[in-house]
């Protein structure tokens, strides 16, 4: 069973710079896993942020960024503001069973 | 306007069964591949099953794989998904998404239909 691994919280002050990643309990994330991030909020459906690793998605400011970190994907964010306050969910294409598996999230706080 | 809406949620007892329906517009449904995203109290999100355009293949997770059943009608731009032998532990917001296959993502959501399972 594949498990896809994230900080389960996060805290930024506003301005500053965080990196979320996204890892497997066993192996490398890479490309090929097509590695995406989406962003949701308290009673709000998912909205997408990443994909394909590190294509931001129409819309999304471009302080987002994707990329392949070590041998975790990664979601940086640059001039963090009080709105980017959400939970953040990774997924991975792991083309077996439901095909994508998700992280178990990270909660981001900016303060 | 490009749009996923999910209806047919509500409460159900255990071994009950619903079944949910999405209806897209805005795009040509039949070309993509579609998914059902659930959310449980609090938790994070699940991908339970997906429909590729034509109908055929679909995809279970194991948590419903034998008790879900995914479907399409493509001439009603509507996806389905009926759930039998419900559990408790299949309560949660369902959400239906919209897969663009050549970027393996999730690029469309609906907001969602509550289902709760209980007793």
């Known amino acids: 069973q594949t498990v896809v691994t994230q900080e389960p919280s996060f805290s930024v002050s506003p301005g500053g710079t965080v990196t979320l990643t996204c890892g497997l309990r066993?192996?490398?994330?890479?490309?090929?896993?097509?590695p995406s991030w989406y962003q949701q909020t308290p009673g709000q459906a998912p909205r997408t942020l990443i994909y394909?690793?590190?294509i931001r998605s129409s819309g999304v400011p471009d302080r987002f960024s994707g990329s392949i970190l070590g041998n975790k994907a990664a979601l940086t964010i640059t001039g963090a503001q009080a709105d980017d306050e959400s939970d953040y969910y990774c997924?991975?294409?792991?083309?077996?069973?439901?095909?994508?598996?998700f992280g178990g999230g990270t909660t981001l706080t900016v303060l | 306007d490009v749009q996923l809406l999910e209806s047919g949620g509500g409460s159900v007892q255990p071994g009950g069964s619903l079944r949910l329906s999405c209806a897209a517009s805005?795009?040509?449904?039949?070309?993509?591949?579609m998914s059902w995203v659930r959310q449980a109290p609090g938790k994070g999100l699940e991908c339970v099953s997906v429909?590729?355009?034509?109908?055929?293949?679909?995809h279970y997770a194991d948590s419903v794989e034998g008790r879900f059943t995914i479907s399409r009608d493509n001439f009603k731009n509507t996806l389905f998904l009926q759930m039998n032998s419900l559990r408790a532990e299949d309560t949660a917001v369902y959400y239906c998404?919209?897969?663009?296959?050549?970027?393996?993502?999730?690029?469309?959501w609906g907001r969602g239909t509550q289902v709760t399972v209980s007793s």
């Open positions: 998404a919209k897969n663009r296959w050549s970027e393996r993502d999730f690029d469309l």
């Open positions: 805005g795009f040509t449904f039949s070309t993509y591949a």
């Open positions: 429909i590729s355009g034509s109908g055929t293949p679909t």
């Open positions: 066993s192996g490398s994330v890479s490309s090929n896993f097509y």
């Open positions: 394909n690793t590190n």
């Open positions: 997924v991975l294409y792991v083309g077996s069973g439901a095909l994508w598996v």
